[in-house]
């Protein structure tokens, strides 16, 4: 049995500890026109990140959408899973978006979107046996959540085949980790942790840029 519950996981009284779920949020524009293309000069369709803590993301849709997505991120008190929306995160995106991108102020925003993912207290992936080894479970994906998802998926297979492989000795196997406590203090560490990793943005973000200095 493998329990890859995301998010959920804490709904699973054997894993309660081991996550939480945060919220992360998306925007999307209508479809950028030639013009548009041509005045961001985007030419080669990559994704983008930036290097926040709270990391932005950008990239082209293949119907021509700027989608983005990142920075601020939901928390909850205890087992309530309903933060799929926040104004605060879209407009925090839309500011982003026409800030890097000032060609794009008069392009409709016309998706937002926002779902769970799971954090594990160190910020550290983490699968491994429940027990004996015949479940096995997988949390924590956070940052680059679909590519570590992909090698979880290995190794979870070598974990429920019972062989020995490098993907098995990865550090995330089966590692102690540090358990999220109850509440109240859960959301008190986990909103200390938030705040901290904004700070760091936000002091960041503050110091001169090189194209500033430049101009
Ligand atoms: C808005 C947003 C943007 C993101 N952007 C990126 C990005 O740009 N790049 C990136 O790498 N990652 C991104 N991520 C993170 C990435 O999506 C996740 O890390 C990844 O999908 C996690 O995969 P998973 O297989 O662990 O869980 P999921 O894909 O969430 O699958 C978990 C499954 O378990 C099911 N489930 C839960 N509980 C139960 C239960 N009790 N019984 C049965 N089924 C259950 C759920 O329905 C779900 O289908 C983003 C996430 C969000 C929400």
């Known amino acids: 049995m493998v329990f890859a519950t995301n998010a959920y996981s804490h709904l699973i009284p054997e894993l309660r500890r081991k996550q939480v779920p945060a919220w992360t949020y998306m925007i ?27 990391i932005h993301y950008y990239r082209i849709t293949p119907d021509n959408r700027l989608s983005m997505g990142g920075g601020p991120v939901g928390l909850t008190y205890g087992d309530n899973l309903e933060l799929d929306s926040s104004e605060h995160a879209w407009r925090h995106l839309e500011e982003h978006t026409r800030q ?41 994906c956070i940052g680059h959540g679909v590519s570590t998802t992909h090698q979880n998926a290995k190794t979870i297979t070598d974990l429920l085949l019972e062989r020995r492989t490098g993907n098995t000795a990865c550090p995330f196997v089966n590692r102690k980790g540090i358990g999220w406590p109850p509440e109240p203090l859960r959301s008190a560490i986990a909103q200390g942790l938030r705040a901290y990793l904004r700070i760091e943005d936000w002091a960041y973000e503050r110091r001169p840029r090189p194209i500033d200095s430049v101009v």
Do not use: C
């Open 28 to 54: 999307a524009t209508e479809p950028l026109s030639d013009r548009h293309f041509a005045e961001i000069r985007w030419q080669e369709r990559n994704g983008v990140e930036d290097a926040r803590n709270l």
């Open 100 to 140: 890097l991108f000032p060609a794009l102020q008069d392009v409709k925003i016309t998706h937002r979107w926002g779902e769970p993912f799971s954090v594990t207290m160190d910020l550290t992936p983490a699968l491994g046996y429940l027990g004996d080894s015949r479940a096995v479970y997988s949390l924590g």
